[in-house]
């Protein structure tokens, strides 16, 4: 019988561990003690001189009694007391531990017979720190409460391979996306694009409960990290904003499959006509303004190549894609134009590490996707190239890296689809030319599994679908399988995340951003040229 009285009373712990698996720890503790799904545990073993830590998965009542049904008879209690052979068994998942030369390690061994279990002290975060990067997003959770000290930031390094943000409406995620922007901002490590249509990101407004929320722009400290592209004038006023223009060159013909529906034979147009400049494209159609009696052999004008690709289609078809290419033109006016385009500007900032928001505020959900599948082709296209290996100045040969969000992404990387090659060449070619995406989801199990299998970094809200939870747990590189239950009971603001160089699924309270940048503010901005500078007098 396993007696819960310590045998050295000096001991800070009378519980020890009584587990037999090097996956799945077990110790007891008495009935009326109080212990919650998340609390972080530390296990010290003397024997082998490893501290472990762990996280608490089940909470199980139990008892010394051979007789199995003790607790359903009358008046238990009076026979037995509850006295110390009626317990908890408190089941825990294991973090990792940490040895001699302090470094923290994936859990690979298994705690001496009866090691000490405690609450870890302030000194043990420490350990816990150590496998942390630099875009910080909220702080750990520990059960019911918070560990303070132990912030949660991701690994800059690993954001080329794709990360996915997957909550249900309502559970935090536009605040998550901005506590990330504004850590990108301070660290500025990599290159952050975001195309916002909501016109949210920038100047706040009201969040999904209707409380008013502030924008990035509000973390003053760090402006020198972001830049703006706005097609809104009086924003682009008052908050000293660039203006946002593509010019007709920067559209290609396939962009026309994210925004319309077409038939087979449409799409061929679209693909004879993926060759040329798309200010030839435009030109062609708006020059010609009937097609329906389109006579390649009588073309006069300017676009003879044009002309002569389209000769053998049908006279019902290509007055279709000429609909088309003139819809998107004036529906897209307020930033396509024939000449001047600010992809230069936009890539050069991204390439000094800031966060891009593209700002199309009442811009249609078609015009999001169409800026955002350009501004995609072309980083993908200048990645693929030579220019990435640069530093703006070109020659350090030091590869730059963007990461790419892409919102509600089940639209664009959902099974199937020509329609969105592009941003399915980048999940699954990006990370070579450093390049990355950040899908940003409500419906996980939507998402084509070929991507999903692609992200290394997970960040799990709230999610009621059990369709969602399941898919989210056959793709993460980290077993998600028995958080479930934690998934599930996430509030708004909370995450379980499961990233590379974190050893284990981090349960995360993502810090609310009006607070954080408050925090930040008043920390002082790391800038790239300070780097390898002595700052101190
Ligand atoms: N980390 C957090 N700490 C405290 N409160 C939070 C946190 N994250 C979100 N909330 C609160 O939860 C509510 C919803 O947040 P948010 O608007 O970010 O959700 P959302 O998932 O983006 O919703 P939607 O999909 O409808 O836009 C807000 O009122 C916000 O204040």
Redesign the pocket.
């Known amino acids: 019988m396993t007696s819960l009285i310590d045998i050295n009373l000096n001991d800070t712990s009378k519980y020890r561990l009584i587990g037999d698996r090097v996956l799945s720890y077990r110790f007891a503790v008495p009935h009326d003690e109080e212990f919650y799904i998340g609390d972080i545990l530390k296990i010290t073993d003397t024997v082998k001189g490893l501290v472990f830590f762990a996280k608490v998965s089940d909470l199980i009542h139990d008892s010394n009694f051979s007789d199995p049904r003790w607790d359903t008879r009358p008046h238990t209690e009076h026979f037995y007391g509850l006295g110390e052979d009626v317990y908890i068994l408190v089941e825990a998942l294991p973090l990792g531990y940490v040895g001699d030369d302090e470094r923290f390690r994936k859990p690979r061994t298994i705690p001496a017979k009866f090691a000490r279990v405690e609450r870890p002290s302030a000194e043990d975060f420490h350990f816990l720190r150590q496998v942390m990067g630099e875009i910080e997003v ?1 702080v750990m959770k520990s059960g019911q409460g918070v560990l303070q000290d132990v912030k949660v930031s991701l690994h800059a390094a690993v954001m080329r391979q794709h990360m996915g943000v997957f ?10 996306m901005k ?1 990330f922007c504004a850590s990108c901002m301070a660290a500025r490590q990599f290159g952050l694009l975001i195309v916002d249509p909501h016109g949210e990101y920038v100047a706040g407004g009201r ?5 008013p ?1 502030k924008g990035l722009v509000h973390y003053q400290a760090g402006r020198e990290g972001l830049a703006v592209f706005t097609i809104d004038e009086s924003r682009r006023k008052k908050y000293g904003l660039n203006r946002l223009w593509l010019e007709y060159d920067d559209f290609r013909s396939p962009d026309l499959l994210l925004l319309y529906e077409h038939s087979d034979a449409q799409r061929d147009v679209i693909e004879k006509l993926e060759k040329y400049p798309g200010s030839d494209v435009i030109g062609f159609f708006e020059e010609n303004e009937d097609l329906s009696d389109f006579d390649a052999n009588a073309y006069t004008g300017e676009y003879r190549d044009i002309a002569w690709d389209l000769r053998n289609f049908s006279t019902k078809t290509l007055p279709v894609v000429q609909r088309h290419v003139e819809s998107m033109v004036s529906r897209n006016r307020s930033f396509l134009r024939s000449k001047g385009s600010s992809i230069p500007e936009i890539i050069k900032a991204l390439h000094e590490n800031k966060v891009v928001l593209i700002d199309i505020p009442r811009m249609s959900e078609q015009s999001e996707l169409f800026v955002l599948s350009i501004l995609t082709r072309e980083i993908m296209r200048r990645h693929q190239g030579e220019d990435a290996m640069c530093g703006s100045g070109g020659g350090s040969g030091e590869q730059k890296q963007v990461l790419i969000a892409i919102e509600e992404a089940q639209r664009v990387l959902g099974s199937g689809g020509q329609s969105t090659r592009i941003f399915r060449e980048c999940a699954m070619e990006g990370r070579k030319f450093g390049v990355g995406i950040c899908v940003v989801t ?1 419906q996980p199990k939507n998402i084509d599994a070929r991507v999903l299998a692609q992200l290394n970094t997970f960040v799990v ?1 709230g999610l009621s679908d059990r369709g969602d939870r399941d898919t989210i747990a056959s793709s993460a590189k980290q077993d998600l399988s028995r958080l479930d239950t934690e998934i599930q009971t996430l509030e ?3 995450a379980v995340i499961s990233t590379l160089r974190i050893p284990f699924p981090v349960s995360t ?4 951003f009006e607070e954080y940048i408050d925090e930040l503010g008043r920390k002082p901005v790391r800038r790239p040229i300070d780097d390898g500078l002595d700052t101190s007098f």
């Open positions: 909220g909550a249900t409406t309502g559970m935090g995620k536009s605040n998550f506590v969040s999904s409960s209707g409380l929320t409500q809200m708004p603001g909370e309270r993502i810090h609310l």
